[in-house]
């Protein structure tokens, strides 16, 4: 039997690790291991047009399915196009194992051709990047690279010199030790004690709710249910615990709506369930505080903590669930369901009036028709922007959709190449884009890669020749928008002649019919609709600072967004309300 070459071993290990596939742009350094996927059925070379793209695909894969994603970038300027993608991947705790192919083993430190150095510079955006030099560090680097990624929920780098690729590998069975599941962490008795009795002795609890919540939906509805606590999150929150929820009170942050704001400053304790949420302006300073959290080094750094829990989510509850006594009142919860509809009925007409006339299109009523025609199951990808904004306020949760973004790192042109690599997970699910066209434009390439792979992604592009979140930001600060304007672009036409299906929309009527086309249509669409550049949002809570940079703007036309069917959910839960 032949033996194996670095490269052959490298794939071998991934394949035996549950990678599917790998993402990348061939180059001569990494031509060995492009070769050796070539020769390995386990294992697909995805060929995208930009690194950058291969890291949000792998990184979106990886958040899909929880397993170990793949990506790769040649010598030089090939993985340094990977590093914003990974940046992305790794605050987004997104288990993925980066390649860095390097030059001439030989010629590392003489200033060589195309040289960098990227087991350094990936330092900031990994938990583990290293150099493989020698054939006998096989395979342990690359072992000890994917423990830290599928362990540590981030990336890892792997960077390997082409001639050593080529190389042949030790002899003898490599044997791959893998984690299987992830464990439960479970606070201390004493933590748990102090937490019950911080509930007992308040009279008002509110719970708000992070990402860390995925998978104790029904821990944290029995909690309120015997707290009568009103329940917000944070925007990674959303997806997971606003579906099914009597006690939802909206969303607080820059993006938010609703009584969220509210029930946290009114209330005697607040906790904080599974959330890093950065934004501490929109955090009370006078409240009893618990923050808990399965990531030690997260408690804390946002707020002032009366007690800080370190635990998983779902077993924290579990175990705080019978050490606490049942609240008879309901007055705090009513109070605040009660402002929560007032909130959003406040804001529902800046979407529902006149939409059939008003031209350019409000994309509001996009995202709200979009959210009705979509599948039940569907997964969007949402670029950072006002994209995200539509995404949060329109999008509704149902515990079977999923939303993905570049939601801590903020990057641009993130929704393509995250549906990208949604889609190849499952060619049979629904699979959006909600992208802006600045973020669009600017990884526009590997549209190409989507013709070129026959993926069935639809993109539904908010076409406002702006960079509309700039804009606001802007009149923020008092400052008027400039260089935020691109020239109208007919982005159906780009995309018709890659390829794929292109739809332009102009009036607010054919918004319907023009979903309902794409998402018929069994290969890639784009549906390019031209809205409003000066439909903008306000956060829920803003400051008198804030208030006298938009009176200095020389633009003062700012909505207030909407909020889509969750003024109806709100309405329902109202409703649901006890009568004496």
Request: glycine share 8%; charged share 20%; proline share 6%.
């Amino acid at each position: 039997m032949a033996k194996q070459t670095v490269a052959e071993q490298y794939v071998d290990l991934l394949a035996r690790a549950g990678v599917r596939r790998m993402f990348g742009v061939v180059g001569d350094s990494l031509n060995p291991v492009v070769d050796a996927i070539r020769r390995n059925s386990a294992l697909e070379w995805v060929q995208v047009r930009h690194e950058e793209v291969a890291a949000f695909a792998a990184s979106a894969e990886a958040q899909l399915t929880g397993r170990l994603a793949a990506c790769a970038g040649s010598c030089g300027p090939g993985n340094l196009h990977l590093i914003n993608g990974l940046f992305d991947a790794h605050r987004s705790m997104a288990p993925v194992l980066a390649l860095a192919s390097h030059i001439p083993s030989g010629q590392i430190g003489t200033g060589y051709f195309q040289e960098t150095h990227p087991d350094r510079l990936f330092e900031e955006c990994s938990h583990y990047s290293e150099m493989i030099s020698t054939p006998e560090q096989m395979p342990r680097v690359v072992q000890t690279a994917i423990q830290h990624a599928v362990g540590r929920r981030g990336v890892s780098v792997v960077t390997l010199p082409g001639d050593v690729a080529s190389l042949a590998a030790p002899e003898g069975s490599v044997e791959l030790a893998m984690a299987s599941e992830r464990p439960t962490i479970r606070p201390g008795d004493g933590e748990i004690d102090r937490l019950a009795e911080l509930v007992d002795e308040a009279d008002k609890v509110t719970l708000f709710c992070g990402r860390g919540v995925a998978g104790a939906h029904a821990e944290v509805m029995e909690l309120a249910d015997k707290l009568k606590s009103p329940v917000g999150h944070a925007l990674r929150g959303k997806e997971h615990i606003q579906y099914d929820n009597p006690y939802d009170v909206g969303m607080s942050g820059l993006l938010g709506y609703g009584a969220a704001y509210e029930a946290m400053h009114e209330c005697d304790l607040l906790i904080l369930l599974g959330t890093d949420f950065p934004y501490t302006e929109f955090l009370p300073r006078d409240v009893r505080t618990v923050q808990v959290d399965m990531q030690p080094e997260r408690l804390g750094r946002r707020t002032s903590l009366d007690l800080a829990v370190w635990g998983d989510v779902r077993e924290t509850l579990r175990c705080l669930l019978p050490r606490v006594r049942a609240k008879s009142s309901r007055a705090f919860l009513d109070r605040m369901l009660k402002k929560h509809v007032d909130a959003l009925e406040g804001v529902v007409g800046a979407y529902t009036r006149n939409v059939e006339k008003h031209v350019p299109i409000h994309p509001e009523y996009v995202a709200s028709v979009l959210d009705e025609e979509a599948a039940e199951d569907a997964v969007f990808t949402v670029d950072t922007g006002m994209s995200n904004v539509w995404a949060a306020r329109y999008l509704t949760p149902n515990g079977k959709r999923r939303v993905l973004g570049s939601f801590v790192h903020g990057s641009m042109a993130n929704a393509m190449p995250q549906a990208l690599g949604a889609q190849l997970i499952d060619r049979k699910r629904q699979i959006v884009s909600m992208s802006g066209d600045g973020g669009f434009s600017m990884l526009m390439g590997d549209l190409l890669t989507l013709v070129q792979y026959d993926l069935p992604v639809k993109i539904v592009l908010f076409n406002n020749s702006s960079l509309g979140m700039v804009d606001l930001e802007m009149m923020v600060d008092g400052l008027p928008p400039h260089g935020t304007r691109y020239p109208h672009t007919d982005f159906a036409a780009i995309a018709t002649a890659a390829g794929a299906r292109g739809i332009r929309v102009e009036k607010p009527g054919q918004v319907r019919g023009a979903l309902r086309e794409a998402f018929a249509h069994p290969g890639p669409v784009l549906v390019d609709v031209v809205t409003d550049p000066d439909a903008l949002s306000i956060p829920p809570k803003i400051t008198s600072a804030q208030i006298s940079g938009f009176a200095l703007s020389a633009s003062r036309m700012v909505l207030n967004g909407g909020v889509g069917r969750m003024v109806q959910m709100a309405r329902s839960n109202l409703r649901n309300i006890p009568r004496p």
